[in-house]
């Protein structure tokens, strides 16, 4: 649920301060209480390299590859995993589905419907649907965060949607840091407490109650002309005026929270598709969401680290890296050792979101054993050896975190090739919901990775 | 056998599908459009329309769609079938569509939709239907507009309240208020419950000018507001009704300006005026005459030739130093004051925009062109030099979208020419290729390293398709500088076309290419086509056979004139009738 910042100041405006009091009943997780689970999909483009990438040793004795380095002081909590491969491809040669459409594929397990464009998802991708089942007590639910994002005349923007709703209904990810804190955190403050009735603020509720009725009314008048996909864009669009009258208009219930819950301060203002500051945005998505799933204001997000394209200049990797990365390093016979070098710099900030989230205390451990992080990228391998790219195999996946002990740790697990969608049930069951459907997909977890 | 050479085993394979990728259609006669709405129902399956009811009062005039050929021949006797009209469907404004919107119906200047939540490009334009919706971040935007432009609004409660004194608190003055305010804002004429229901909102207000805020709050937030409908109507399950003369009159103004109707549009639909052929075309030609037509055409073609994308272009820093964001600045204003130009001070045509020999200049993009006697930074229009440059495709925003971060990109390119001009759509590179492309260094070429492409079997299935169209653009350098050597060595923009249906040939050079593609009817109807998916937000179907044939029939006897294209659409069956849901 999006908060409108600007609505929140009005109301802050019109009120001395209004304040939602995080912190009025902040209480431990223990053993009376079982902690929330959470999951996070960290997403990093263009695929790896598999000689920098690939972990050796056995499942339970390995040794973590140059990209993985990062990850050592986790490496406890690490379940690196080899062998999954895009789903749609049932013979890797049958694959008419090209290399853009994939990022739609990655949480819907469905390939996605168009041609070179990936907003025309065909299912309700896994983060959504889990939004669906949280209980509304969580204020906000659900992240979708990306560090560059412009529709760009219609040229790759859509390869940077990940989430939707449902067929044809994309989540557009938030890139603005800003708007990304005020989703969470507007009307929020980790010290303070409701400045109770307040008779201006009371009116200003009652107006935006009687125009946002009128507004249902409305589109109620509409909804019985349409039908198909035409009535759901209509009713997706009802649902969304409702719970924002709803937030508008309620007074949220006071939010319980760990003793871990803080709420940082709002980031500065940053375009969402300046290249020079995605390291910047990057770092205040990953402290916005773990702060608020530490607040357990959120229990589920999607991190786009760059885009869906690959198409930044990372600079910031180190000299010689000042170039749109997806022309330079990863097509052709060259630029193995600068991918691998741009994937290990995610990683890095996959390893820094690890440590955010074992830094919170919970319950005898940290938030982070009741979470499953997830990195992932939408490419497969390629090798130094060879010049494959637009590879489907072997997509670079790790779990940080066992999800309240149902994911292994400390392992490397190799896989027969298998099924990227299948690993969405086991994200899936991992949270709590042991489905063997979400949305028009089915499909059973993979043994090898539950503990 | 190696998994590897099974992988090439397999991509000769699926590239041998490049070879069977012609587009097949020809011209047709064009459908007789002597009837309103024009149609293609098939007699077999034609169910009486019902009238236009609703909001419009039936109007006997209205001719409903009597039965039609459900074929359309060709002059080569292939006959085509016409499906049935496209489904009744909303479609909710773009953005910028919004922030026109608002503009034109309130006394509001702010333009709030620039921060919108981005928006999405579901049919390979950024104004498609079918992935356009209001998401939970688009309705709270969507909260904080309406009641920043309301605030807006009521500071002029002289201009909005329709009776002097201009007050809020005469109760027949805001009922007249919400009547006229509502028909602008929602394009269509409130119905009694909604004239009700606004009222009621009114007096909720905890002062006379609280209510009429309150009301404008509302009608902003109103599916009437925020969407385009297309539903035509009453009827059955797939019964084939035309759409309401407020709908159409909406359809017209929103086609060929990107915004709302204005009062003598809704006058229109109101008297009947779009009830007939005449009458429709009139206000096409006079919606073209306005130079709000511009916006909605540049915008298509920015799409289409996708020099809009310039502006999120990255460049290798130490290969294009040049490519800095003034240029950028520059060359997009120069890709729109020249489409300007040519459609609507010069010829008008598809071949102009891309044969023109000059282009909109200042004095640093004359430098970039490498013409001298250009000073100050206004564009005005110059001479190209001669032999170097003409039409869009020369101009250095196509060819920066289009070229690598460190190089001049045959592939794109070509790949553009391939899909975007004559319309043949490329298979996607296959998984696991085998690229054995050099990279840029001081001692190759970008010509020498694509041979890579044609020399490998699996690979030049598909890429000899594009890339050899591609080095007709050798001349210009990954930002699209002028170059007659690289590395040294003299360029070689020798080029040739290939599977297309009648400019098979070589050529050398861009300004060849561009001529021959200038001249082609296949070109032209590709653009037609484009046209066709922008201007109705979705792509088009086999059901759409008919309208598609009589779209390019149409652009093709205007002699290509773009300004033309609004009418051909409007003129396409199927464009006024919805099938019911």
Redesign the interface.
């Known amino acids: 649920?999006?908060?409108?910042r600007?609505?929140f100041l009005?109301l802050s405006t019109a009120a001395s301060l209004y304040v939602l009091p995080v912190l009025r009943a902040s209480r431990a997780y223990g053993a009376t209480t079982a902690a929330p689970k959470r999951i996070v999909f960290f997403h990093t483009p263009l695929g790896t390299v598999r000689d920098a990438w690939a972990c050796t040793g056995s499942e339970t004795s390995f040794t973590l590859s140059q990209i993985l380095q990062p990850l050592a002081p986790h490496k406890d909590s690490l379940l690196v995993i080899d062998g999954l491969n895009?789903a749609p491809?049932a013979s890797?040669?049958d694959?008419?589905?090209?290399?853009?459409k994939e990022p739609g594929s990655m949480l819907t397990g469905r390939s996605c419907d168009?041609?070179?464009?990936a907003?025309?998802h065909t299912n309700i991708s896994l983060d959504q649907y889990l939004k669906s089942k949280l209980p509304s007590t969580v204020r906000t639910r659900s992240l979708e965060l990306i560090t560059s994002?412009?529709?760009?005349?219609?040229?790759?923007?859509?390869r940077s949607?990940f989430s939707a709703?449902g067929p044809?209904?994309?989540?557009?990810p938030?890139?603005d840091p800003q708007k990304a804190f005020d989703?969470v955190f507007a009307g929020v403050t980790s010290s303070g407490s409701t400045s109770g009735p307040d008779p201006a603020v009371e009116?200003l509720r009652?107006?935006r109650k009687?125009?946002?009725d009128?507004?249902t009314?409305?589109?109620q008048?509409?909804q019985p002309?349409?039908?198909?996909?035409?009535r759901a864009?209509?009713d997706?669009?009802l649902t969304?005026?409702r719970?924002?009258e709803t937030r508008?208009t309620t007074a949220a219930p006071p939010v319980t929270t760990s003793a871990g819950c803080t709420v940082p301060g709002r980031p500065a203002a940053s375009p969402p598709?300046e290249?020079a500051s995605i390291p910047a945005r990057l770092q205040s998505h990953l402290k916005v969401v773990a702060n608020a799933m530490a607040c357990d204001l959120v229990r589920v997000a999607v991190i786009g680290a760059e885009n869906g394209q690959g198409?930044?200049?990372p600079g910031w990797v180190g000299a010689g890296y000042?170039?749109?990365?997806?022309?330079?390093f990863t097509?052709?016979?060259?630029?193995h050792a600068q991918h691998a070098a741009i994937h290990r710099w995610y990683v890095e900030q996959f390893a820094s979101l690890v440590a955010m989230f074992k830094s919170v205390k919970e319950g005898a451990g940290t938030m982070l054993d009741n979470t499953a992080l997830v990195l992932f990228s939408e490419q497969g391998c390629r090798y130094n050896s060879?010049?494959?790219?637009?590879?489907?195999?072997n997509l670079p996946y790790v779990v940080a975190g066992s999800c309240g002990g149902y994911f292994k740790q400390g392992r490397f697990v190799t896989l027969p090739t298998t099924s990227h969608k299948d690993f969405l049930f086991n994200c899936l069951h991992a949270m709590g919901y042991p489905e063997t459907s979400f949305g028009n997909v089915s499909g059973t977890p993979i043994a090898a990775l539950k503990a | 056998m190696t998994a590897?050479r099974l992988?090439v085993l397999?991509?000769v394979?699926?590239c041998s599908g490049c070879e069977g990728m012609l587009e097949v259609s020809t011209p047709t006669t064009p459908p007789d459009d002597s009837d309103w709405p024009p149609k293609n129902v098939p007699s077999t399956q034609g169910t009486p329309a019902t009238p236009p009811t609703g909001t419009t009062p039936p109007d006997p005039t209205v001719p409903g769609p009597t039965p039609n050929p459900p074929t359309m021949t060709d002059p080569g006797g292939t006959t085509v079938t016409c499906g049935a009209p496209p489904?009744?469907?909303?479609w909710?404004l773009s953005h910028r569509q919004y922030d026109a919107a608002a503009r034109a119906v309130l006394p509001v200047t702010s333009t709030p939709a620039s921060t919108f939540?981005?928006?999405?490009?579901?049919?390979?334009?950024?104004n498609?239907a079918?992935?356009?919706?209001?998401?939970?971040?688009?309705?709270?935007?969507y909260?904080?507009a309406?009641?920043?432009l309301a605030a807006q609004a009521v500071q002029h409660l002289d201009v909005l309240l329709p009776c002097t004194p201009a007050d809020p608190a005469n109760a027949a003055c805001v009922k007249t208020f919400i009547e006229r305010t509502g028909l602008r804002v929602f394009r269509t004429p409130l119905d009694t419950?909604?004239q009700a229901?606004?009222f009621a909102?009114f007096q909720?207000?905890?002062t006379p000018t609280?209510g009429v805020q309150?009301v404008l709050?509302?009608m902003l937030?109103?599916?009437?507001f925020l969407y385009r409908f297309e539903?035509g109507g009453p009827g059955a399950s797939g019964a084939q009704v035309p759409l309401t003369s407020y709908e159409l009159a909406s359809a017209l103004s929103f086609l060929v300006w990107n915004a709302p109707p204005d009062d003598a549009l809704l006058a229109a639909a109101k008297s009947g005026g779009l009830d007939t052929p005449a009458g429709v075309d009139a206000q096409v030609d006079r919606l073209v005459a306005d130079p709000r037509a511009r916006d909605f055409l540049w915008r298509f073609l920015?799409?289409d030739f996708?020099?809009?994308?310039l502006?999120?272009t990255?460049?290798?820093?130490?290969?294009f130093p040049a490519f800095t964001p003034a240029l950028v600045a520059d060359l997009q204003a120069e890709a729109h004051a020249f489409a300007d130009d040519v459609v609507w001070n010069g010829a008008g045509t598809l071949s102009a925009l891309l044969t023109a020999d000059y282009s909109m200049l200042n004095q640093s993009l004359a430098g970039f062109y490498g013409v001298s006697g250009v000073t100050g930074t206004a564009l005005r229009k110059v001479s190209l030099p001669t032999g170097q440059r003409a039409g869009l495709l020369t101009q250095g925003s196509f060819l920066a979208?289009r070229g690598?971060?460190?190089s001049g990109s045959p592939v794109q390119r070509g790949l553009f020419v391939r899909e975007r001009l004559l319309c043949q759509?490329m298979?996607?590179?296959?998984?696991?290729?085998?690229?054995?492309?050099?990279?840029p260094s001081a001692t190759n070429t970008t010509r020498g390293?694509y041979q890579a492409h044609l020399s490998a079997s699996s690979c030049a299935a598909c890429h000899r398709l594009m890339d050899p169209i591609g080095f007709a653009f050798e001349n210009y350098d990954g930002i699209g500088k002028w170059r007659t050597t690289e590395n040294g060595v003299p360029v070689d923009a020798s080029g040739e076309l290939v599977s297309t249906k009648a400019i098979n040939g070589t050529f050398t050079g861009a300004l060849a290419l561009a001529n021959t593609l200038a001249q082609a009817r296949e070109v032209s109807d590709c653009v037609a086509v484009s046209y066709f998916r922008y201007g109705l937000g979705r792509r088009d179907t086999p059901a759409d056979a008919c309208s598609v044939l009589a779209m390019k029939d149409a652009f093709a006897a205007s002699g290509g004139k773009l300004a033309t294209l609004a009418r051909a659409l409007v003129h396409t069956p199927g464009f006024a009738i919805r099938t019911r849901?």
């Open positions: 649920m999006h908060f409108s600007r609505s009005k895009f491809v890797l040669a694959d008419s589905t090209g290399n853009h168009g041609r070179d464009e907003s025309k994002y412009r529709n760009d005349f219609a040229l790759r923007a859509d949607l709703l044809n209904l994309p989540v557009i938030e890139a989703r009116a009652l107006k009687s125009v946002l009128a507004v009314a409305e589109l008048a509409v002309q349409l039908t198909g996909a035409e864009k209509l997706q669009h969304n005026v719970e924002l508008l598709y290249n198409r930044a200049s000042d170039t749109n990365w997806h022309d330079a097509h052709g016979t060259g630029g060879g010049t494959t790219e637009h590879s489907k195999q | 590897s992988w397999a991509l394979t699926l489904a009744a469907r909303v909710r939540e981005a928006e999405t490009s579901g049919s390979g334009f950024t498609g079918d992935t356009a919706y209001v998401s939970a971040a688009l309705a709270a935007d909260f904080d309406a009641e920043a419950a909604q229901r606004f909102l909720k207000g905890t609280q309150m709050e509302a937030q109103s599916p009437g539903l920015a799409e996708q020099v809009g994308a502006e999120t990255t460049k290798d820093g130490a290969a979208v690598d971060a460190r759509e298979p996607a590179p296959p998984p696991n290729v085998i690229d054995t492309l050099p990279a390293r849901p």
